[in-house]
C-alpha cells in the first residue's frame, strides 16, 4: 500500500455536511486497500474569516504544501452576498489557494450515471451518451486581472487578461486528454469581440498543430452555451478561460442531472485540489439534506489524478453507481415520476455508499 | 395612418435571407393598416468591409440617426473567425452602432410558442409556462473597456467596466417592465468575484428601493446558467451586464425552441434597433433554409416598442402563432416525432407568415 498524506477543508456552509463524506471513503478505500492515508484539516473561507480574520490563513496555506492532495468543499456565506462593499471575503481564500498552488488546470468531467436519465430537466434522448470533460483555466482572466475602484466609488473594473504562456499549457493539457478520448477538442472563447480571446484563439490554433490526429473547433461562448443544451453529445474536450469555464460547467450540471454529482480536479505545478462543483448553498445548510456525491466523487478523482491509484477511484464510482442503481437519491436528484426510490438525506445517502464499497 | 421611415440593415450571411421577410411583413401592414412605411437599405459588418473597407461607414449611420428605427439582420463572417489577427472585423460595426446610438438597454424576451413545445431539448413540463424578458445592457463592460495587446504580443486583455450611471438607467428600465408583468426583477453579475460587478449589485440594490413593489434575487451568473435550465419558470424580469446577457440569452434560446425564434429590441437616448438573436451563420447562409421567424418578430418588436402599433404587432405574432398552428416548420424547429408537421424553406415560410396576415 502507499503512504499519503491529505489535507481536508470542509470550507464554509454544506462544504462542512458533504466533505465529511468525501473522507470517510478515502478512510475506507485506505483500509480496504491497506494503504496508510493520514488526515489533516485546514480552515478557509467565512468560517476562517470568523476565526482569524483571514480567508486562508498561512497556516492552511502551509499545511496544504505539506500534503500529497487536497479534498475541498466549498465557500461562500449570504452575509457577503447582500453586502458587496465589505473588503474582506471567503471567495478571496478560494482563489488565493488556486494561485499560490499553481492549478491552472480545473479538469470537471460530466458524465450522467444511468440511473440518473430522468432526473434532469433535459429530455434522456438528449443527453444519453453525452460525456463532456472541461478543461477550465484557473488562475488567470478577469478572476486575477487588477481589480479598481474609482475614488469617488462611481465606476469599478476588472481586467480580463490572458498569457500567452497560460493559454498553451491548459491547450496542451486538454489536447493530451482529448487523444485518450474521442480525439476532439472544442475552444470556446469570445473573438468576436475580446482581444484576449482573439491571443485564446490564436495560441489554441498554434497548438493544434501538434495535435493533428485531434480535430479541433472554435466556438463563441455564446453559441457554446446554446450549444451544449441543444446537442451535449457533440462535445468531448471542451478547454476554455476561468470565467467561460465557470458559467458553462455549472449549466452542465443539468447534463448529469445535479450540480450535486459534479466533482472537479485542480491541478497543475504540483499538488492536486479536489472540489465538487457546487457550491455552499446556504439555503439549504445546516438541513442534512445536500447532496454528498460530488464530495465522494471528488475523492474518487483524487485517488486516481493524484495517487494513481486507478483501481480504488473506479471502486468508489461503482460504489455511488450501486447506490443509485438501489434507488437511493437526495432531493436534488430525485424525480417524483419515478418508482422505486428512496429519498434520503446526506448522512443516510453517505452510509449507502460507504456499504456498497463494502 | 402613421408615416415612418425604416432603415433596413440585412448585414451578412443568413442576414441577408431572413431581413427580407421582416421587411415585407412592414410592407404588408403598412398595406393592410393604412400606414406610409417608407425603407431604406444600408450596409454593415463583412459586407461594408468589402464594399468600403469600413465595417460601419458614415454614410449607414448617417440614415440611421435620420430614421425612426432600423430592422437588423445578423453580423460576422468565417474568414474573420478563423484568423484572430485581423484588425478590422465585422463586429466592430454592429459594437459601434449601439453605442454611437446610445443603445443601451437590449430587450429579449423568450417565451415559447405553444406549438413549438416540443421543439426544445428541454422538457416540456419544464417549459410549459415559460415567460422571461431579459434585460441585457449593451454600451458597457468588457465589450467597450479598453483593449490592449503588448508589443511582444504574447498577452492581451480587455477592460471590464461599468459606471454607476450605467447601471442605474438598466436597472430603472427592468425594473419598470418587472411593474407591468410578474414584479419578480432577477440581477445576474459575479459580485463573488468581480469588482463591476459588487458595483453592480450595490446599485442594483439602491435603484430596488424605489420598487418596493418589485421582489428583487441577486444571483451569481454560473448559478443563473445552471437555474434558466433547471427551472425557466422562476424568472420573470432579467437585468444583466453586456457579456453574461450575451451568454445566458443565447442559452435561453433552447427554452423557446430555437434560435431562429427570438427577437430582440435595442432601445436607449431615442431610436430603436431591431435584430434576431442569431448570429450570421455562415454553415447555413445560402442554402435558403434559415428561419425567418425571427426576423418577423423584430419587425413585430418594432411596430410596438418604436411606433407604438400595438395592434398591428399583436397581429403579427398572431400570424407567426397560425402558422406554426398549421404545421408550417423550419429546419431548426423541426421535430420528427411530431406527425403533421411540414417542412419548408425561409421563403416559403415567410410567405405562409404573409398568408396568414392577410
Ligand atoms: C466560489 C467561486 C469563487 C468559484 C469560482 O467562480 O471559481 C466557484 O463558482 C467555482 O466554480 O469554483
Ligand atoms: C455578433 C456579436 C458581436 C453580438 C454580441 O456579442 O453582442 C451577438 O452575439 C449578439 O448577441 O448580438
Not at 232 to 235: A, C, E, L, Q, Y
Not at 277 to 280: L, Q, T
Given at each position: 500500500g502507499v503512504t499519503k498524506k491529505i489535507l481536508v477543508i470542509p470550507g464554509d456552509g454544506i462544504g462542512q455536511e458533504v466533505t465529511a463524506w468525501g473522507r470517510k471513503v478515502l478512510e475506507t478505500i485506505a483500509e480496504n486497500y491497506k494503504h496508510t492515508f493520514t488526515f489533516h484539516e485546514g480552515i478557509m473561507g467565512h468560517v476562517a474569516i470568523e476565526a482569524t480574520g483571514d480567508p486562508l490563513p498561512d497556516e492552511t496555506l502551509e499545511k496544504a504544501r505539506r500534503s500529497d492532495a487536497i479534498l475541498f468543499g466549498a465557500i461562500g456565506h449570504a452575509k457577503y452576498d447582500n453586502d458587496p462593499t465589505l473588503k474582506v471575503r471567503p471567495e478571496q481564500g478560494l482563489l488565493k489557494i488556486r494561485k499560490e498552488l499553481g492549478l491552472y488546470a480545473n479538469l470537471r468531467p460530466i458524465k450522467l450515471f444511468d440511473d440518473l436519465l430522468h432526473a434532469s430537466s433535459i429530455k434522456p434522448e438528449i443527453l444519453q451518451g453525452a460525456d463532456i470533460l472541461f478543461f477550465r483555466e484557473l488562475t488567470g482572466d478577469v478572476y486575477f486581472g487588477e481589480k479598481q475602484r474609482s475614488e469617488d466609488r462611481n465606476s469599478a473594473s476588472d481586467l480580463m487578461i490572458y498569457h500567452k504562456y497560460e493559454v498553451e499549457r491548459i491547450a496542451r493539457k486538454a489536447y493530451d486528454a482529448a487523444r485518450t478520448r474521442r480525439k476532439k477538442l472544442c475552444s470556446v472563447d469570445k473573438a468576436n469581440v475580446l482581444e484576449a480571446s482573439r491571443l485564446w484563439r490564436e495560441v489554441v490554433q498554434e497548438i493544434a498543430k501538434e495535435y493533428p490526429d485531434v480535430e479541433t473547433e472554435h466556438m463563441f461562448i455564446d453559441n457554446a452555451a446554446m450549444q451544449l443544451i441543444r446537442d451535449?453529445?457533440?462535445?468531448d474536450v471542451v478547454v476554455t478561460g476561468n470565467l467561460f469555464g465557470d458559467i458553462l460547467t455549472d449549466e452542465a450540471s443539468q447534463i448529469a442531472g445535479s450540480m450535486g454529482m459534479l466533482a472537479s480536479a485542480s491541478v497543475g505545478d504540483a499538488i492536486g485540489f479536489y472540489e465538487p462543483?457546487?457550491?455552499?448553498a446556504h439555503d439549504i445548510t445546516g438541513k442534512g439534506i445536500a447532496n454528498p456525491l460530488a464530495s465522494i466523487l471528488s475523492a474518487a478523482l483524487l485517488l486516481d489524478i493524484s495517487f494513481g491509484l486507478k483501481e480504488e477511484s473506479q471502486r468508489v464510482i461503482r460504489a455511488v453507481d450501486a447506490t443509485l442503481r438501489q434507488g437511493y437519491r437526495t432531493m436534488d436528484i430525485a424525480n417524483k415520476h419515478t418508482p422505486n426510490e428512496f429519498l434520503l438525506g446526506t448522512d443516510a445517502m453517505g452510509a449507502k455508499v460507504l456499504e456498497n464499497l463494502n
Open positions: 451535449p453529445k457533440r462535445f462543483i457546487h457550491g455552499s
